[in-house]
């Protein structure tokens, strides 16, 4: 461990850039709080875990499968594309849908349903 005199650490790094900088193995770390996290490599989340938001309900979920992210917020904004690339079988589905939805692409309203029914302006 390296302790320099501007009070940076570093472990298995002999000359740290932040605060605490971190080089080879991983890091547990059950609970803690982190002002900012920068990941270079992989961050790896454990079976059923969530990124979140700490004062509501507002969360992207993984689950122990691999199979769904969901992503639970009022709004989920895509500022470039969604493209999926394996299949034929590519859809976006509303299944507790009980008020209305919409999309919208370039400020543009192309999609409207209500109450089981699709509308497309």
């Known amino acids: 461990m390296t302790i320099l005199g501007d009070g940076n650490v570093g472990?298995?790094?002999?000359?740290p850039k932040h605060l605490l900088h971190l080089e080879?193995?991983?890091i547990s770390?059950?609970?803690?709080?982190?002002?900012?996290l920068s990941v270079s490599g992989n961050l790896i989340l454990t079976?059923?875990?969530?990124i979140g938001v700490a004062s509501n309900d507002e969360r992207i979920i993984f689950d122990s499968s691999g199979n769904d992210i969901t992503m639970r917020s009022n709004n989920?904004?895509?500022?470039?594309?969604?493209?999926?690339?394996?299949d034929s079988d590519t859809y976006i589905e509303f299944p507790n849908a009980t008020d209305e939805v919409d999309m919208y692409a370039?400020?543009?309203?192309?999609?409207?349903?209500?109450s089981g029914l699709l509308h497309i302006p």
């Open 11 to 15: 472990i298995n790094n002999n000359n």
């Open 24 to 26: 080879g193995g991983g």
């Open 29 to 36: 770390a059950d609970g803690a709080t982190f002002d900012q």
């Open 47 to 50: 079976d059923d875990a969530f």
């Open 76 to 86: 989920v904004m895509i500022d470039r594309k969604l493209v999926h690339t394996s």
């Open 106 to 114: 370039g400020g543009n309203h192309f999609l409207a349903a209500d």
